[in-house]
């Protein structure tokens, strides 16, 4: 996996200006089928979780990819697709690009933890990012490791799961278009 240097120079480009466009993840690639999304989100949560040191003001990444990733593997593992959480996120960004609201809660009043439940998935702990507006899932990461909940929730060591969904509005008056969620999750 090349993503290690790329991943690297990406998030320490520019006052935050983000860009994990990488040589192994080609910008626009994955976006359009659900498997070669998760491949890429899969290539981005993990290449994050085992490169930025913490999201303490800004993301930190490692001076020393090499020596220090070592260490927080043992400390995050890597995450794993997971249709169940998928389904979760699928339902929840349907549900938003439909209403055009964009919020944890669901119109229909749910919670994450309601619509994992829906699905069966048996967990230990949950958690939810939310994005809208990126059209591309690069976007919706940097926008999740500007915010430091979002960004400790990518981060945090007790997520060993993941589903994601990427859902376009069908309104053209929808002002966010697109919208991501990523739901984390731990199994019993």
Known sequence: MRIDGSLRAALTAGALGLSLATAAVPAR???????????KADLLLNGVRQQVAD?????????????????????RPPLRWNAQLGEAATRHGDAMARTRIFDHVGTDGSTVRERVDATGYRWQVIGENLAAGHPRLE?????????????????????????????????PNDAFGTYWTLVLGRPR
């Open 139 to 171: 976007d919706a990461v940097v926008g999740w490791l500007r915010s430091s909940s979002h960004c400790a929730a990518l981060l945090d060591p007790r997520f060993t799961e993941f589903g994601l969904s990427r859902t376009d509005s069908a309104s």
């Open 29 to 39: 690639a994955g976006d359009g089928s659900e498997e070669a999304l998760r491949t």
């Open 55 to 75: 999201c303490e003001g800004r993301p930190r990444v490692l001076a020393s990819a090499a020596v220090d990733s070592g260490a927080l593997a043992t400390q």
